[in-house]
């Protein structure tokens, strides 16, 4: 009998298909274009290799064309990003590139809203991801075989609009699948007994944080700092240098700190609300976040869109206050082992942490958004602090350095235990209805594909004709 899999039988050959190559939607989509010579490797030809190929056009759907190149292309990419490419054909690299080309032609088709100061802003990103690792805006140019930086600039806008409407284009596909509990329940009873997924060994876990505090006249150095960094950029400095040299943003330091953000941009409020109340040149004075103290300088506002850049500075724990935290959370630790509180109770009263605290210190697993951790996929350091412990057991204070290299102190407990076991409808539903919504989700794109593929213009050239492709792309 053939392993048991998440990915069930029921789900029939084509939607599979479909599904696994819409695996590498996202990985093309989201390649940042840089190819090098070392991750070229041989593709699989529908034809001989003894005739050298002349690149044309080999598909037209809608408004859109696929040269043979861009088969070439897509390999590469997966390739660069680290996927193998070693199982797919030529037919089914076209068969995606057909699919993204439908989902573009139709999101113009269904009015998809896709602005230009979001495509720019795009470019600008892997412009500047390009050079950061080909070395110059001119090797960028010449790698791509173009004669200058704004014809380069106009080939890969059209590229990334693409991307973007095929992205939006299948989010509006997905977005419109809704299951009820009852499709649920008749998705789980279609599964034949011998074919049940079987979930691994989970674990529930929370945690008590004791952040040390800053004194203020760490925080005042910091702030000092910044008003000197200020000083100094208004004499003439580079605030792109400053923030390279600098700033201990992991995210922006090494483009100058450099980001793009509207109103909808996913910043925490008080970085929102003094980037939106700058005038464009102007730097803000030193402000406080939960990161840290920044300083911003807007260099140009387009419309309801700010360009800036920052610089992060994180005030200086001391070995006094950080011992002191030591101190603190190994007395809470006390408390909870000599049972005078629990732990959940000792979380809601002490943790410094705004995320688990209210709910007792329970952790939320950040890939499935609920509070089982699978032991085979959890994050390995989060492993190695719960591996060992036993029921109800908690840990000694571990120190804990996040990106900014800010420490902490924090406790950690295993709540609960789930061992390998074969799904239950009742213990596993949130696992069940996430397959349940994704074999929907297939079956909807499936049904997209059948419809669209009839309304619209599509010719196949050459020897591609002969492909075996998942979706009707021929119309037999």
Known sequence: MPSKKIQMKSVNNRIALMFFLLLFSS????SQEIIKDSVIAPVKKTQSNQRQKIDGIVATVGDYIVLDSDIDKSYLEISSQGGSIKDITRCQMLGKLLEDKLYAHQAIQDSVKVTDSEVKGMLEERVSYMV?????MEKVVNYYNKSSEEEFRSYFFDILKEQKLTSEMQKKIIGEVEITPEEVRNFFKTIPKEELPLFGAE???????VTPKVSEAEKQKVIDKLNQFKKEIKEGSSFATKAVLYSQDPGSRSNGGFYKMNRKTAFIKEFKDVAFSLAEGEISEPFETDFGFHIIYIEKIKGQELELRHILLTPTVT????NEAKEKITLIRKRVEDKELTFEEAARTFSDEKETRANGGVLINPKTQ???FELTKMDPSLYGQVSSLKDSDVSQPIIDVDEQGRKSYKLITVTNRINEHVADYATDYIKI????????QIR?????FDEKIKETYIKILGEYRDCDFTNNWVKQ
Not at 433 to 440: D, H, R, T
């Open 444 to 448: 909807a794109i499936g049904k997209w």
């Open 203 to 209: 674990m529930e876990v929370a945690q008590i944080v």
């Open 370 to 372: 609920d509070t089982r």
């Open 433 to 440: 209805k996430e397959l349940a919504v994704k074999e929907k």
């Open 132 to 136: 950061g690792q080909i070395g110059s």
């Open 27 to 30: 990985t093309i989509a989201s």
């Open 319 to 322: 070995e006094d206050v950080l």
